[in-house]
């Protein structure tokens, strides 16, 4: 079928040009004559996303249909949409673009082939095309010559919804429809709604519809084929745990588990880089180049030099290249089944071992609970400790209940004999303000024993309120640091910090306590009445 028939046949009628698969090169010439973006000194396009610099959760749907209707986790997370409403919508959106230039990227989800989807990416600005691009797995030219897409994303940042019209909440939406395969954006620009709603359709299918667990991870590989993978919600370390320079990056941020490998979704990664540098994060730092587009970044004054710093525009500033712009990254993206998986959190309370092993029951309530803590300072009006959950450590991309994925998790853990770790990169010996946060030395330190198998002789203490197995010994670092309340001068008031963490894990837990199963209540931690030593 010719390309513009292929268009029409999708609801697009262009009037204006359209530019279909365009080399990299062409995408960033495009931006530049179109005054949408700016090159920096290391060759990188730098563009402003607008009015929105991230997703906006309130404003996602997903369309409730017989598909949908009984298996959808509906409430907070995912909001019903009518199909008579999308197709109205769909048509307004369609006529918008008709009436555009628009930018078509043929891509591909998935590096396990059996579980790959086509994906066709049209978009009204080069450089959403050029993060399509960056972000997904890229078809040769072979299979571009008979490519037929899935699913079919439709991003319209300057089509303005109207919500008397349109029954949206505001101007913006991010709507799923599962029996048409289409995802509708429209009103803002910031390209992660593209990259979270394939991510979304993939939480879906996998584990409702092939049994593979979908995870909000990043995952890398020793020389010895030994696969771990990282859990963690953003500020934990998850980005900066798995890019070890001794072992080869699988990927930074969503992978598939099914029977035989853990593989990459992406093609690429969408990077934080506030207070990014060379010394910090050297693979990321060099992977700012030619062919990366970097979002609502400011430069020196009269340069062309990022200043990473700078967060007037906001402090989720993003860099999104090809995976094979990090040194280490394996082709294709996949390796076995993990050994070892890790849950990050930063536990700004100093109640959470270092590290510590699970038990299944232990992991699903975790995996469930999604822990970490904000601190004074990263968002307005923090001004102590604050805890934060997101189930699964991706709460917002889970169209299925938490359960059905801790569940999935269990069986995956108990069928590969599975070790789970959890790593507390935050503070030790007092809450934020009183303790100090946990070095970055000792943590890569834990990690490397347990990936070298130096954890699994040694002794173990149980934690008396989370029932955590703690190591009382990890070389390289100080003994004294593995149980937390070591570490507190007042004894009473670090069993006082736990019994109150303990309290907000449970608290938390009663929305999903009636649909889990015995074994995952049973990770839950346990109120001391009366407190003993740990």
């Known amino acids: 079928m010719k390309k513009i028939e292929q268009l029409k046949a999708i609801g697009i009628h262009p009037t204006k040009e359209y530019f279909w698969n365009l080399p990299v090169s062409k995408l960033v010439t495009h931006t530049l004559q179109k005054k949408q973006g700016v090159l920096t000194n290391t060759g990188a396009l730098a563009c402003d996303t607008g009015e929105f610099t991230g997703r906006s959760p309130k404003d996602k749907y997903i369309v409730k249909d017989s598909i949908t209707e009984d298996s959808v986790w509906w409430g907070d997370v995912n909001h019903p949409f009518s199909t008579e409403d999308f197709d109205k919508l769909h048509n307004r959106v369609t006529a918008h673009l008709s009436n555009r230039e628009i930018y078509i990227k043929d891509v591909q989800a998935g590096s396990k082939k059996e579980y790959q989807l086509n994906v066709r990416v049209i978009t009204e600005t080069p450089w959403q095309s050029l993060f399509a691009n960056n972000l997904f797995l890229r078809p040769t030219e072979k299979e571009l010559e008979t490519f037929e897409h899935e699913w079919l994303i439709l991003a319209a940042p300057e089509f303005k919804a109207d919500p008397k019209i349109d029954k949206t909440r505001q101007h913006n939406f991010t709507i799923i429809n599962f029996t048409k395969k289409v995802i509708l954006i ?56 798995s890019a070890d320079p001794s072992r080869a990056l699988i990927g930074d941020d969503e992978h598939g588990w099914d029977s035989k490998n853990v593989f990459n979704f992406e093609g690429g990664c969408y990077a934080k880089c506030v207070n990014l540098s060379e010394e910090k994060e050297p693979q990321i730092f060099s992977a700012v180049r030619f062919g990366t587009l970097l979002e609502n970044v400011r430069f020196y004054e009269n340069s062309d030099i990022v200043d990473y710093d700078n967060i007037e525009v ?114 030790s010996g007092g809450s934020y303000g009183i303790g100090e946060r946990i070095k970055l030395s000792y943590t890569r330190a834990m990690i490397t024993a347990v990936l070298d198998g130096k954890l699994d002789q040694v002794d173990y203490l149980k934690h008396n309120v989370f029932g955590l197995q703690m190591p009382t010994t990890c070389e390289g670092v100080p003994s004294n640091i593995l149980n937390p309340k070591n570490t507190w001068e007042n004894k009473q008031e670090y069993d006082e910090t736990a019994n109150s963490l303990a309290t907000q894990f449970n608290e938390n837990f009663k929305t999903y306590q009636s649909f889990a199963n015995d074994e995952i209540r049973s990770g839950a931690p346990k109120i001391v009445s009366k407190l003993q030593k740990a």
């Open 314 to 427: 906001t402090e989720n500033t993003r860099a999104a290249y090809p995976i094979n712009f990090i040194d280490n990254a394996i082709n294709p993206s996949l390796g076995g089944a993990p050994k070892n998986i890790f849950f990050l959190t930063c536990d700004a309370f100093g109640v959470l071992p270092p590290i510590s092993k699970l038990t299944v029951g232990q992991a699903m309530y975790h995996f469930i609970s999604g822990y970490t803590a904000k601190v004074a300072g990263t968002e307005a009006g923090i001004t102590e400790p604050q805890t934060t959950f997101s189930a699964c450590f991706g709460e917002p991309f889970l169209p299925l209940h938490p359960t059905k994925y801790a569940e999935l998790l269990g069986q995956k853990l108990k069928g590969d004999k599975v070790n789970v770790w959890l790593i507390n990169t935050g503070w």
């Open 186 to 241: 429209g009103g803002s620009a910031y390209t992660g709604e593209i990259k979270k709603g394939i991510f979304s359709i993939l939480n879906y299918i996998l584990p409702h519809n092939k049994n593979v667990l979908s995870m909000h991870c990043s995952a890398n590989i020793g020389e010895d084929g030994n696969t771990a993978v990282f859990f963690g919600l953003s500020g934990t370390g998850k980005t900066t745990l």
